[in-house]
């Protein structure tokens, strides 16, 4: 027997720059306090809590949660890479699911500082060291530079060249991105951008754009899930349901496969097939989606990898409309990684609160009329990809 998994709050703090945040706890407890409120409990009705971030020393969570109240309940800390907050989700709704606990939070954060993504412990083995020697063997003549610039630039360059379209591709979506944030508050960046804009920016990479990828950025998110006696026992009536979620990691042929997997396609394809089939739902059912767009190439692998359309069929899909309003679903209404911000440990928790206030019909101007089922992708280098699939309760 297993139980039904909801959400019953959720709740996240406004993504600002480095050093116009508040400190890590701060951001961390105003979060947990607001997912708490929104779920009607207090805080010692909750049975477990699971801490994502990737910039902290250890017992961070500790330290944050300590901010709301210390409960002497069990506080697990998470390191997942950019999909850290997903899988802290990932953990909660296990715990509940197989009736270990019957309330859990999840929680993420970050304090990020500028510039782009690099390794801090470079006197030992990296984990990249295996996405190092593929990208090498692949790619020898473009240049040095961060782990996700190398590997997302030439996944860009190399998407272009296998169904060749134009770069244009990965600039409509931001336009669309940035279009979508707009209407969130809770957004980093809240004024549109034209096309001419995002191609003529400075170059960070062959292949990319500044425009193209997401900045860095410090924030917080939390979710409290519950079974369903739990809902039923606080008068819980606003819940939405996870109906399935699937994990991956790399498969021993990842090694030698092509720069499309470096960056965690093969890890999303078999995700989501593993989601649809234990839902019974197919990508056509889904009505709003939450994906991770760290660059806009990988929202366009991405579209493929979930099964919104066929392999090179992401620039019909994108001409079309079909990843915004008034087409077949909509792609990232918060304004995604790209506009929202992406702080990591706290990302995949955002993704929940977004959708969740979809489905709930409470996401104000930005709202996807109707919207009933929701799909969720996180995606960590190194690797991990976790995709979620919520229903209206």
């Known amino acids: 027997m297993t139980n039904q998994v909801n959400v019953a709050g959720v709740n996240m703090v406004k993504f600002e720059k480095p050093g116009r945040n508040e400190p890590y706890e701060i951001m961390a407890s105003k979060a947990i306090k607001g997912a708490l409120n929104d779920a009607g409990i207090d805080l010692s009705e909750v049975q477990q809590a699971y801490a994502s971030y990737v910039y902290g020393d250890s017992t961070c969570g500790q330290t944050a ?18 999909s850290s907050g997903s899988t802290a989700l990932y953990l909660a709704r296990q715990a509940v699911e197989s009736g270990a606990a019957d309330c859990v939070l999840a929680f993420g954060f970050e304090e990020m500082q500028p ?15 295996w996405v190092y020697n593929r990208f090498s063997q692949l790619n020898s003549e473009l240049p040095e530079g961060p782990v996700a610039l190398k590997v997302f630039g030439a996944t860009a360059l190399e998407y272009l060249e296998k169904y060749n379209v134009s770069p244009e591709i990965y600039g409509k979506v931001a336009v669309k991105t940035r279009k979508h944030a707009v209407n969130n508050p809770y957004s980093l960046f ?59 990691t790399d498969l021993p042929n990842s090694i030698n496969e092509d720069n499309l997997h470096l960056v965690g396609y ?13 839902a019974g739902i197919g990508p056509e059912d889904v009505n709003v989606i939450e994906l991770h767009d760290c660059f806009t190439p990988n929202e366009v692998i991405t579209y493929e990898g979930l099964g919104l359309c066929g392999e090179g069929e992401a620039e019909k899909l994108i001409k079309d ?6 087409g077949k679903c909509v792609v990232n209404p918060s304004g995604g990684l790209m506009s929202k911000g992406h702080p990591l440990g706290a990302t995949g928790l955002a993704q929940c609160t977004e959708l969740v206030w979809h489905l709930r019909g409470d996401a104000g101007n930005r709202q996807v009329e ?5 799909l969720q992708h996180n995606l ?9 699939l919520y229903q209206k309760g």
């Not at 949660?65 to 950019?82: A, D, R, W």
């Not at 960590?380 to 979620?388: H, K, Q, W």
């Open 266 to 278: 093969g890890m999303t394809a078999r995700a989501a097939k593993e989601v649809y089939q234990k």
């Open 370 to 374: 109707g919207a009933r089922i929701a």
């Open 321 to 326: 409309g079909d990843n915004t309003y008034g």
């Open 190 to 248: 809240t004024e549109e951008i034209q096309l001419e804009d995002v191609m003529n920016s400075h170059v960070i990479y062959p292949g990319l754009t500044r425009l193209m990828a997401c900045p860095p950025t410090c924030g917080a998110a939390a979710v409290v899930v519950c079974s369903d006696s739990f809902a039923k026992n606080h008068n819980i009536h606003q819940a939405v349901k996870i109906v399935a979620q699937s994990m991956t």
């Open 65 to 82: 949660l300590y901010q709301v109240g210390m409960t002497g309940i069990p506080i697990i800390n998470v390191n997942n890479n950019c």
């Open 115 to 129: 510039g782009a993504l690099g390794e801090h412990w470079t006197d030992r083995t990296s984990p990249f060291q």
């Open 380 to 388: 960590g280098l190194g690797g991990a990809c976790v995709v979620t």
